[in-house]
């Protein structure tokens, strides 16, 4: 079905409408229907007329002319409407238009002498985004942006109507628990019908009310239960706390699937098809969450929404980021026990950490379906309320370790809910910190003192690569290094051992391959000369995580000299082929959901301060030497990803780097053609990643790497 509303006048009170639609055969009876978004249907005069155009370009035959129509219709209270095409031979195909009637009152009053919109009006790509551009006007930028963004992306009538008739091989039922207490009666109405309008149908709603007091939220679920089957509800005789109610609602579930919903939030109408799309595209899955966003109090305005990385381990330790819109097998929450009262507010954050160590698969959908309404007292809108909470995730987290027999230690942040893992251990295995370098004695001698200062990790050396340099002071300093720390080696490479570079000039990539090689250390830290220690327990903290057996790189927190952020990770596909995630904000600023300023998994990290097993680096063959200067460290970190290994960001250590100081900026025609043949390079070995970084949310902008809609 195609189909045109080539013109929508608002006069004398009413839309009137004309335009044409053709069905995928000729011959095909065309049936049309106006409805509001709540689904209801306006009764529409329908007039048709010949449109030879129609047949002429659709079916290459003039005389197939009966598609074009007319018609008018009064909009009420000028909501929208929407035009739904289908064709009797095949009712199932729906095409659906919209007709934007509070936009055409809007441009009616424009053009009837209202200021002031004109501007507004010429920018809008449609008379829609027109409407939404007067409708939150008043907002912040990004607030605006994102409150027209969340409209766009609502599944209207006809996507509604669609998800509604497909059919999935695996069709799960899913359990909704929600525990209920003193619910405000408005916000219960939206919670419940938000489930009831679910275009997947196969679920039930389980209820315990833990208020057993509050006879009208008692009377108001029982009128919707009268209407609804699927609405499943326990009065239970006393408040048993949110871990204990929830577990009571978890009781009545039948469902295949147990999803988590709080009793003042509400659903997107396609989370469930959502999930189940995701169960079917993915050969099933043990748990599944999405993207969130908040509301107001009236359930309006939305804003702060939450995109999230694929699963991240790492920053599930240091943030219940998973947190709405949650589902997990049933067979699974009930193995681990369900919610376990100890850990009141932080129950869910306690249960997500364990069903995911009975879970072979974690499943993330990108869109925002569940939002969190913000009213006074709630803990998404006011941290101080519940302070206690944060301290039960703290709990949480320590449980989630001691249960593996991993000695680690979890403390506080300076961000509420936001932790920080040491690993503890006692041994230090032997680390070789490598650092290239040709003169620049100052950078150099900066970075070794700092290095030879660090009193909580000593056992290492300092694997010094001499590359081709010029002055004799600086091979003078070398000697005056060995001479002062016998921990200090200086091994030569030469130019001839760069065999992709060009000329035989500067190979990054073949100086670290032949430091490797040189190398006592069970691990080798990449570091430039152009580096200084920060933090003296910074190669404790990258170390404990390096030990684990599924870590193949850890990267730190880069800082410019004025104290803003150089590196903080790096999102692979964005401007191009890589970019340093939030580049100069300052030090203490969080970012995005605290993703600036605490660990977790990334695609890549720089190689400016790396640390990696020698035996890793070698099973994934060092680094790729046709990438001479740029990208080498992006493409080793791919590589570990491909293996199977997580490349961790260690928010936590922290370390100066006054960036290109030892080669210069990319400044002259011959370094900047290099860039590109570089840049060409990784975005044809890597093209299957490019534009897709797990890490990095779909929705967001891939012209940089702060966390903003496109």
Not at 191 to 212: D, F, R
Request: proline share 4%; net charge negative.
């Amino acid at each position: 079905m195609r189909s045109s509303l080539d013109s929508v006048v608002y006069l004398n009170g009413k839309v009137t409408c004309a335009g044409w639609a053709a069905p995928e055969m000729a011959g095909d009876e065309v049936c049309l229907t106006i409805r509001k978004e709540d689904g209801s249907i306006l009764d529409v005069q329908v007039s048709r007329v010949k449109r030879a155009d129609v047949g002429q370009v659709i079916y290459q035959d003039a005389s197939f002319d009966k598609y074009g129509l007319t018609f008018s219709f009064e909009p009420g209270e000028m909501t929208n409407c929407y035009a739904v095409f289908t064709s009797k031979e095949h009712p199932k195909d729906v095409l659906e238009q919209l007709i934007d009637c509070p936009g055409l009152l809007a441009a009616y009053r424009y053009q009837h002498g209202i200021k002031g919109r004109i501007r507004r009006l010429q920018r809008a790509k449609s008379i829609k985004d027109f409407c939404l551009e007067e409708k939150y006007m008043d907002l912040e930028p990004e607030e605006k942006k994102y409150a027209i963004w969340y409209e766009k992306q609502y599944p209207g009538f006809a996507k509604r109507l669609k998800e509604k008739t497909t059919h999935f091989a695996l069709h799960p039922k899913f359990s909704i628990i929600v525990p209920l207490y003193h619910t405000p009666l408005d916000f219960l109405d939206d919670m419940i019908q938000s489930v009831q309008k679910q275009t997947y149908e196969n679920w039930e709603l389980c209820l315990a009310n833990g208020s057993p007091e509050d006879e009208e939220l008692d009377a108001q679920v029982r009128k919707y239960m009268s209407k609804e089957p699927r609405i499943k509800y326990r009065k239970l005789e006393k408040n048993l706390g949110i871990a204990g109610n929830t577990n009571e609602a978890l009781a009545l579930a039948t469902g295949s699937y147990t999803a988590l919903l709080d009793h003042d939030d509400f659903l997107s109408p396609n989370a469930l098809f959502e999930f189940v799309k995701a169960i079917n595209e993915n050969g099933d899955a043990d748990c599944i969450y999405s993207d969130e966003d908040k509301v107001d109090q009236e359930g309006k305005l939305h804003y702060f929404p939450h995109f999230k990385s694929d699963y991240n381990p790492d920053l599930l330790h240091t943030n219940n980021y998973i947190c709405h819109f949650f589902a997990v097998k049933t067979s699974i929450i009930k193995k681990v026990g369900g919610f376990r009262p100890n850990f009141d507010g932080a129950q869910d954050f306690d249960l997500v950490l364990r069903c995911i160590d009975e879970s072979k698969s974690v499943v993330h959908v990108p869109k925002i379906l569940y939002s969190w309404r913000c009213h006074k007292g709630s803990t998404s809108a006011n941290t101080d309320s519940k302070s206690y909470a944060f301290e039960a995730g703290k709990r949480a987290l320590q449980e989630y370790y001691d249960r593996h027999g991993i000695e680690a230690k979890v403390d506080n942040t300076f961000l509420p809910g936001y932790y920080k893992t040491t690993y503890l251990y006692t041994e230090r295995p032997l680390v070789t910190i490598v650092i290239p370098n040709k003169d620049h004695i100052e950078d150099l001698d900066r970075c070794v003192r700092s290095l030879l200062a660090t009193k909580e990790y000593t056992n290492f050396e300092i694997l010094i690569i001499e590359n081709n340099s010029e002055d004799q002071a600086t091979f003078d300093y070398y000697e005056k290094l060995k001479k002062q720390d016998e921990r200090i080696r200086v091994e030569t490479w030469k130019m001839d051992d760069a065999r992709h570079s060009e000329k035989h000039g500067f190979n990054y990539a073949a100086i670290q391959n032949f430091a490797a090689k040189k190398a006592n250390g069970e691990y080798l830290l990449l570091l430039n000369n152009d580096t200084q220690v920060i933090d003296p327990d910074f190669l404790v903290s990258m170390v404990g995580y390096a030990r684990r057996s599924d870590v193949g790189a850890v990267g730190a927190k880069l800082l410019y000299e004025d104290d803003t952020v150089q590196h903080a990770g790096v999102i692979v596909g964005v401007e191009g082929v890589a970019f340093h995630q939030f580049l100069e904000y300052p030090e203490h600023d969080p970012g995005y959901m605290g993703r600036a300023s605490f660990s977790q998994d990334l695609s890549a990290v720089t190689g400016a301060c790396l640390l990696i097993r020698k035996k890793v680096y070698e099973e994934v063959g060092g680094m790729d030497e046709h990438l001479a200067v740029s990208y080498n460290d992006v493409d080793l970190c791919l590589k570990l990803r491909e293996a199977g290994y997580l490349v961790v960001y260690d928010a936590f250590a922290h370390l100066y780097h006054y960036e290109s100081r030892s080669r210069g900026y990319e400044d002259s025609p011959q370094k900047q053609a290099r860039l590109a043949r570089e840049a060409e390079y990784m975005k044809n070995k890597w093209k299957h990643v490019m534009g897709t970084d797990p890490y990095y949310n779909r929705n967001l902008s891939l012209k940089n790497g702060y966390y903003k809609l496109p």
